[in-house]
């Protein structure tokens, strides 16, 4: 009853449950505290076809019930990422999925072509939904012509387990149906919502722009309402992120309708979350003699 195990298109995730992009960097850097075992796949940052540096410094910054981030999407850009990190996903057997950015439809475009070589790589989350670039991210969520061409493009490229990573800010209910349309597998919902925080004796931002993405605790009832409306609305699979901090969470999540679940900025509280999470989840199943399948979807309207 307790097993955890599901199966997204191509993606067989046990359990399913994995790290959101950006709070795990490419995976290798927590190898010396981190089991594996906990997780169903891996998600990296956010990937561009060149190296970015990123906003300038300050860059994060607490709430009091979780942190707003203006990262910028740094990265090593594909080269390195293929020399680099590749090497180390054949040693830990997991699923990667490579979270893709890109400030135009080619960009895209390249990065998936040149990743769909890669065995060690089982798909994509395409990002469209990033509020900490000029460029890019959630603008692409704007047009929703744009999101159609994308999709269907990155589709033509490749076979491997595509989803897309929804903006709260954006008409995600449209987008959705766009994807799944265009063939992709899953929806990932949600990413930040943009929020900002005031220095009262500078006046200034407390990060280097004026505002960034929030993430934590505080997000999560606005993440499960987004799942629970796009999962109602389309019938390929949702993966809910947003505020998860215990196996509780997860589980409203799952009965909103996720089948999947990433957890993110809770990580860097806990590292141990995955563990705890994976545990409270089976006991739970186990108790209420039910299945994960069951309990997906399962939510009750009054």
């Known amino acids: 009853m307790g097993r955890l195990e599901i199966k997204i298109g191509s993606l067989l995730l046990s359990p399913p449950i994995m790290p959101a992009s950006g709070t795990f960097g490419y995976g290798d850097e927590?190898?010396?505290?981190?089991?594996?075992?906990?997780i169903g796949a891996i998600v990296t940052k956010g990937l561009s076809l060149k190296p970015r540096k990123g906003n300038k410094m300050p860059r994060i910054t607490e709430t009091p019930s979780g942190l707003i981030n203006a990262i910028g999407l740094e990265n090593i850009g594909l080269e390195r990422f293929?020399?680099?990190?590749?090497?180390?996903?054949r040693k830990i057997k997991k699923p990667v999925i490579v979270n893709i950015f890109g400030e135009s439809l080619d960009e895209f475009l390249q990065i998936t072509e040149r990743l769909d070589e890669f065995k060690e790589i089982s798909g994509f989350e395409i990002n469209?939904?990033?509020?900490n670039v000029d460029k890019g991210g959630i603008e692409f969520s704007k047009t929703p012509d744009?999101?159609?061409?994308?999709i269907k493009e990155i589709r033509k490229r490749t076979k491997k387990f595509i989803t897309v990573k929804i903006s709260p800010d954006s008409d995600y209910i449209t987008i959705s149906k766009i994807c799944e349309e265009e063939g992709t597998d899953a929806i990932t919902a949600i990413n930040t919502i943009r929020a900002m925080e005031i220095d009262i004796h500078t006046r200034t931002s407390k990060i280097s722009r004026t505002s960034g993405g929030l993430s934590g605790p505080a997000i999560k009832p606005i993440a499960l309402r987004i799942v629970y409306e796009i999962s109602r609305t389309v019938s390929i699979p949702?993966?809910?992120?947003?505020?998860?901090?215990?196996?509780?969470d997860a589980v409203q999540f799952f009965i909103a309708g996720a089948s999947a679940v990433q957890i993110g900025t809770y990580f860097f509280v806990n590292n141990d979350i995955f563990n705890e999470v994976k545990r409270g989840l089976e006991e739970f199943l186990t108790k209420r003699r039910t299945s994960l399948r069951n309990l997906i979807g399962s939510f009750k309207p009054t």
Not at 82 to 89: C, D, T
Not at 146 to 150: A, D, F, K, P, Q
Not at 238 to 248: D, F, Q, R, Y
């Open 238 to 248: 949702v993966i809910g992120v947003g505020g998860i901090s215990s196996w509780e």
């Open 146 to 150: 744009i999101v159609r061409t994308l």
């Open 128 to 131: 469209i939904s990033c509020p």
């Open 30 to 38: 927590v190898k010396e505290f981190f089991n594996y075992k906990d």
């Open 82 to 89: 293929i020399k680099e990190k590749i090497p180390f996903y």
